[in-house]
């Protein structure tokens, strides 16, 4: 989420999601922190939507339950995909609908809207004029000279306000280290092909809900081979059934089954697409994986993962790799396959726009701190002075005066986390305690205390969950604890508190010395 402020006014362009890693156990999704915007809701006139991308649109029902009239400003495909999401949180948007093209101002802001090719249908540059200077936000975008829908990045638009001086330049990072271009998406077809010309069984492909292009190729392959095809989970089917009625999928007719009537059919007719490629464990293909899911993987089917691999989730694909090629199935991936090509533009594209753009000051977007470092290195490279080039991360503010662009302060930006229905109850302590209990497990100890006597009644009982402990360690706890009633002044074993505090202590620092190992000890202590 970037929010731009003119006039007193806020224009927030995108509102996506991040998505939990190992390290966040629990966590559903994180939202961008919106406690800066928080007392300034009435102030904010729009909320552009550059694409359909959950990282891009995943917070939209977050900010709108605190302003539910905000307009939200998309491309039709866009607004089509965050009203579903919306519509689940029981919110019905103020939109406005743009094309490239198009031009809408939204307070002070004179916004313009430029097409951009992605790896979802119906992306937006958006170009931002005020009086104090004009921003071009490209969004996410590659230069895909042949995609699938003809829609090219319109880089005779970049080049116009390039003329009339941008003033800062946006642009994605993502693929800022990788160098060369960013190979076409029709460049797939003869891999793609060659899984449908070969399998001898199903074919199920796995892919993101919102890679419209991709699943597109998929269709054309089984139409061709005389395939049907089913689409399997809840977002994969909504979201193919926008794509379809708003003519961004073309299905041909009968292509496309109900995946229940697919089970009566030939093996070496049917096609199945869901999500779950980056080894998420509650989607369909991780179900289907573990052999939980009602489509049951058997010798000599073949799966596709026809999507990138994420970095970070390396480890669980893999393991669903494993985990797929033991149920006998074929896997063909990236890696073995030229089946997926990114959504974002390499080095050699960016340069390209630097040099059409000309810009005067550049803040590389998108991206982890090595891509922005490596897009801001591009960006000097092709001749904008390097003390032009800001490097913003999460909550820094950037100051645009007299075409001059720098760091000017900060903004209070964590991590907001998700988890079912709380929003921002979760924060680091939860998460620190949750990865203490899920490494180490959790001990309760139960303590009945002769108080006057400064001894335990009747020896501790504990109650541990994952915890490996033996029954003889246990027995010398108690001794442990036995001797720190004995040791303890009057004062404390009185205060109730203090005692707790005390046997905890006690059994913690008894069972690192003798195992070395730290559980989340739980003390009860009751009075004899
Ligand atoms: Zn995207």
Excluded: W
């Excluded at 490596?374 to 909550?395: C, K, Q, S, W």
């Excluded at 541990?464 to 108690?478: D, F, I, N």
């Amino acid at each position: 989420m970037t929010v731009f402020e003119h006039e007193g006014k806020l224009l927030v362009v995108d509102c996506g999601v991040l998505f939990p890693e190992d390290h966040q156990p629990g966590v559903d999704v994180i939202l961008p922190d919106f406690a800066s915007l928080r007392d300034r809701l009435g102030d904010v006139v729009g909320i552009v939507l550059t694409h359909g991308h959950e990282d891009h649109i995943g917070g939209v029902p977050y900010l709108l339950r605190e302003r539910r009239d905000i307009p939200v400003i998309g491309s039709r495909l866009t607004l089509a995909f965050v009203e579903a999401k919306l519509k689940e949180h029981r919110i019905t948007p103020t939109t406005v609908h743009v094309e490239a093209g198009d031009t809408h101002t939204a307070g002070p802001f004179g916004l313009e809207f430029i097409a951009v090719n992605h790896s979802i249908p119906d992306g937006l540059a958006v170009a931002i004029r005020t009086a104090a200077g004009l921003v071009l936000h490209t969004g996410d975008f590659k230069m895909d000279q042949f995609p699938l829908d003809d829609r090219i990045t319109d880089l005779r638009h970049f080049a116009r306000l390039g003329e009339e001086g941008v003033d800062l330049f946006l642009t994605d990072s993502t693929n800022a280290e990788v160098p060369g271009f960013t190979l076409s998406e029709q460049e797939l077809s003869p891999a793609i092909d060659q899984v449908f010309a070969t399998a001898p069984r199903r074919i199920i492909v796995s892919s993101f809900a919102s890679h419209v292009h991709r699943i597109q190729q998929i269709l054309d392959a089984a139409s061709t081979h005389g395939r049907k095809v089913g689409f399997v989970g809840r977002s994969m089917v909504r979201n193919m059934g926008i794509a379809r009625d708003l003519g961004y999928l073309n299905v041909p007719r009968g292509l496309v089954v109900d995946a229940q009537k697919l089970e009566s059919m030939p093996d070496d007719k049917v096609t199945l697409i869901c999500t779950g490629s980056q080894g998420e464990p509650m989607a369909a293909l991780a179900r289907m994986a573990n052999g939980d899911h009602q489509i049951r993987l058997a010798e000599g089917d073949t799966v596709l993962l026809a999507s990138s691999l994420i970095p970070g989730n390396e480890t669980a694909i893999y393991g669903l790799i494993n985990k797929l090629t033991d149920r006998g199935a074929r896997v063909v991936h990236k890696g073995n396959a030229k089946v997926h090509v990114s959504g974002h533009a390499s080095a050699g594209e960016l340069v390209y726009c630097y040099n059409i753009v000309r810009p005067r000051n550049v803040m590389p977007v998108h991206g982890e701190s090595k891509h922005l470092r490596a897009n801001a290195e591009l960006a000097i490279r092709t001749g904008v002075p390097a003390d032009r080039v800001v490097i913003a991360r999460d909550g820094v503010a950037v100051d645009l005066v007299d075409g001059e662009a720098t760091i000017a302060g900060a903004v209070q930006a964590d991590y907001v986390y998700v988890d079912g229905q709380t929003v921002g109850h979760a924060d680091e302590q939860t998460l620190d305690e949750r990865r203490a209990l899920r490494d180490n497990g959790v001990l309760t100890v139960v303590a009945i205390v002769d108080v006057p006597g400064a001894r335990l009644a009747e020896p501790l009982e504990f109650v541990g969950r994952g915890v490996a402990v033996s029954p003889e360690t246990l027995q010398g706890v108690t001794r442990d604890v036995e001797q720190a009633l004995g040791r303890a002044p009057r004062e404390e074993l009185e205060d109730v508190d203090r005692l707790d505090e005390l046997v905890r202590k006690a059994v913690d620092r008894s069972l690192r010395r003798k195992t070395r190992q730290g559980p989340v000890v739980i003390a009860v202590v009751v009075e004899a």
